[in-house]
């Protein structure tokens, strides 16, 4: 029997849920049996003791969070049967005057999957067959696709939330996954320092004998689908070994287990005996790294039954079909393709290389699929599969909001540290490019062997409306350019990239300090951790920051034709011909598409006591920088990764007014005072900012946690190069 540890048994909570035992407790909840008064049915009342104790306007901000919580789990519930249904939720309070958050769920006969298991072990029961294992979980893994389709993440997949419910006639059995959202909900009340009752033990957001490595250590990047991927892959496992994989309960040596490279809990290592295709399977699901995983629940499943012979159901496929649509680009139907070789090699392919490594370039953009474009490759296999699969990652849940556009003046007036990277300045004078002297002309098309360095993209020659004439006076007027074909990073160069060519001797070494006019200690002390050279480890994939204009130049010209882009290439790589707003369209920012500022930057500022505005009501999951490439649905036409967001970039550019005059390949003025930084950063709290066609000006000797840049290059093999 479970102790009623909160005294609630025999009380009515909201008039009309009487309280009527103990049933379950965990870390950061009790679970009780309760009676609907009015319907005369039986629901599951949640209470999250972990989550008391907070002041008004903290108890608020935690209901709020369940709210938003309950309505996506409503939302899901409503589509699959696999994931239990939430019916109410809101604050109680104790008998010890406490007020705590609870949550109604349908009530469910049965037992959790934990429970099965050790009731099966105790019996010296076999366990089940790995095939079993699958097929007993296949409503999880629906569950899970569908969730991951919308860009939700689970967090805290593991047996004790897997319930086994019995039907009504004693024999049927369907099962079901619990607490959707809960584990979102406790991670922000921690990271934000809200209310967070440590009642027994390390009470965590997350249960770490199945938490993946990004769950003990953010070094390892941010938590999202892939996390619940590595979960589920132990669950399936544990039930085909008929035993947990992890039997220690120290916290130091779980995390110690989960990172282990050398120690991966694969079916093969646990003594299963499985095919080499299967033990790849699960060897990429349970990869240390995210980027090495599959990026969704569906991804994983497909690859997993195609190796044990089976067809995926067709909500699995759906789900999978809709989030990760590199994977079926060019397949045709996947309820028809999933079992071809052609897709098994694929979803089979070994693990790919860090983000850091950078894959190699992609072919020219090639045709349209589900109305956006997609890289071409010579091959299936090659490189589109590659760089799509592995940067689907790093996005958490979808929080679309409705952002307006701002004006240059506006912005100005924004505070300090909401505005762009302190050290550059939104331009009062329209800054531009403007070049009359080439020839207006199209250039011609590049010959068909033109290709580019690795890890760049061939931009193909083109024409395109710079600038616009309905926002903001900096980007007025919109004026039509050509531009020959050349080549530009898919992502930001990032600080492993910057210590290759300073440790060469090649480039100078970034600064570990901001620099820009009128910097205050406090803003030194605030900023100046934020230099990504000071720690390059953790910091390796995220873009380098804290260079100078000169600095990013060099870098570029060090590598092979290498060079900034000018500002007319980075607005057509960002934003292609079709005048869309954003680089992903004409949707509003939300942290789906790009680093901004979101609930989790407002949280860092707040307790860096450097107050942020947030662009957008939902979290992103990257308080700062995020490493490159997290943001796949946010890449341009030309498949591009953060244009919008992350980091200001530098470009070639002078600042100068806009012409109306057509231009061809245009190169900006000789001289000036101020270059140009375009996309927006981390911090961004104003949309207006990350649109393609939004230009600030900053002094090119400024140095600034939110700057950094890619590099461009001209086509090799004869391609015709830029003027300069």
């Not at 097929?135 to 689970?154: Q, R, V």
């Not at 009470?203 to 941010?222: D, I």
């Not at 300090?416 to 990277?421: I, N």
Request: net charge neutral; proline share 8%.
């Amino acid at each position: 029997m479970i102790e009623d540890i909160l005294g609630l048994c025999g009380t009515v909570v909201a008039d009309k849920y009487e309280v009527l035992e103990a049933v379950g407790k965990g870390g950061f909840a009790v679970v009780y049996r309760a009676k609907h008064l009015l319907w005369n049915r039986p629901v599951a009342l949640k209470v999250f003791k972990a989550l008391g104790g907070s002041s008004p306007s903290g108890s608020k901000a935690l209901t709020d969070d369940l709210v938003k919580e309950a309505s996506v789990l409503a939302e899901l519930s409503e589509q699959t049967a696999s994931i239990c249904q939430a019916r109410d939720l809101g604050v109680l309070t104790t008998k010890a005057g406490e007020s705590l958050p609870y949550m109604v769920l349908e009530w469910l006969e049965g037992k959790t999957l934990a429970e099965t298991l050790l009731n099966e072990q105790s019996a010296g029961m076999p366990p089940r067959s790995l095939a079993a294992s699958v097929t007993l979980l296949d409503p999880i893994a629906e569950a899970l696709a569908l969730a991951h389709a919308h860009g939700i993440a689970h967090r805290d997949v593991k047996p004790a939330n897997v319930f086994l419910a019995v039907g009504g006639d004693g024999k049927s059995l369907s099962v079901k996954l619990l607490d959707f959202g809960i584990a979102k909900v406790v991670q922000d009340a921690q990271r934000t320092g809200g209310a967070f009752h440590k009642t027994e033990g390390q009470v965590t957001s997350f249960t770490p004998h199945y938490g993946a490595p990004e769950q003990f250590s953010r070094k390892f990047g941010a938590t999202g689908p892939w996390t619940d991927v590595f979960a589920l892959a132990l669950v399936v496992t544990e039930c085909a070994i008929g035993r947990r994989i992890v039997r220690t309960n120290d916290f130091v040596e779980m995390a110690k287990l989960a990172t282990d490279t050398s120690q991966r809990p694969t079916p093969r290592r646990l003594g299963l005996d499985v095919s080499d295709a299967t033990e790849a399977v699960f060897t990429r699901a349970v990869a240390v790294m995210p980027q090495d995983r599959y990026p969704t629940a569906g991804a994983f499943w497909i690859a997993l039954l195609t190796t044990l012979g089976t067809s995926p159901s067709r909500a699995v496929l759906a789900a999978a079909e809709t989030r990760d649509q590199d994977l079926f680009a060019g397949l045709g139907s996947a309820h028809t393709a999933v079992a071809s070789p052609e897709l098994l090699q694929r979803l089979s392919l070994p693990p790919p290389a860090r983000v850091s490594a950078l894959p190699p370039p992609p072919a020219p953009i090639g045709p349209k699929t589900s109305g956006r474009t997609v890289l071409a490759v010579g091959s299936v296999l090659g490189v589109a599969f590659v760089a799509g699969l592995l940067l689907a990652l790093h996005y958490d849940r979808a929080t679309d909001a409705t952002a307006s556009a701002v004006a240059a003046n506006e912005a100005v007036e924004a505070t300090r540290h909401t505005r762009p990277p302190p050290g550059s300045a939104a331009s009062s004078v329209p800054s531009a490019n403007a070049s009359a002297t080439t020839s207006p002309s199209p250039p011609a098309l590049a010959p068909a062997a033109a290709s580019c360095p690795d890890g760049m993209v061939l931009i193909p020659a083109g024409e395109f409306f710079m600038g616009s004439d309905d926002d903001s006076e900096s980007e007025k007027p919109a004026h039509h350019v050509t531009l020959v074909p050349y080549c530009i990073d898919l992502y930001e160069v990032t600080t492993a990239r910057y210590a290759s060519c300073s440790d060469t001797g090649k480039c100078k070494r970034a600064a570990k300090t901001n620099e820009w006019p009128g910097i205050t200690p406090r803003e030194q002390e605030v900023f100046d951790p934020l230099c990504s050279v000071r720690d390059p480890t953790s910091q390796a994939d995220h873009p380098i920051v804290c260079v100078d204009w000169e600095m990013a130049k060099t870098f570029c010209e060090s590598l092979p034709g290498g060079r900034l882009p000018t500002e007319a290439e980075w607005e057509f790589s960002a934003r292609g011909p079709d005048g869309r707003k954003y680089p992903w369209g004409d949707e509003a920012p939300s942290g789906a598409y790009l680093n901004a500022c979101g609930r989790e930057c407002v949280a860092w500022g707040a307790e860096a006591k450097m107050p942020m505005k947030a662009m957008y009501p939902g979290d992103d999951s990257w308080p700062n920088t995020s490493a490159v490439g997290s943001f796949p649905r946010g890449k341009s036409k030309f498949g591009l990764f953060d244009v919008a967001g992350n980091v200001w970039e530098w470009v070639a550019d002078w600042q100068a007014p806009y012409g109306k005059d057509a231009l061809a390949n245009p190169t900006g003025p000789a001289t000036g005072k101020a270059k140009v930084i375009r996309g927006g950063a981390w911090n961004g709290s104003v949309a207006s900012w990350v649109r393609p066609t939004f230009r600030f000006m900053n002094a090119p000797e400024n140095r600034s946690y939110g700057v950094g840049f890619r590099c461009a290059a001209s086509p090799r093999d004869g391609t015709p190069k830029t003027v300069r």
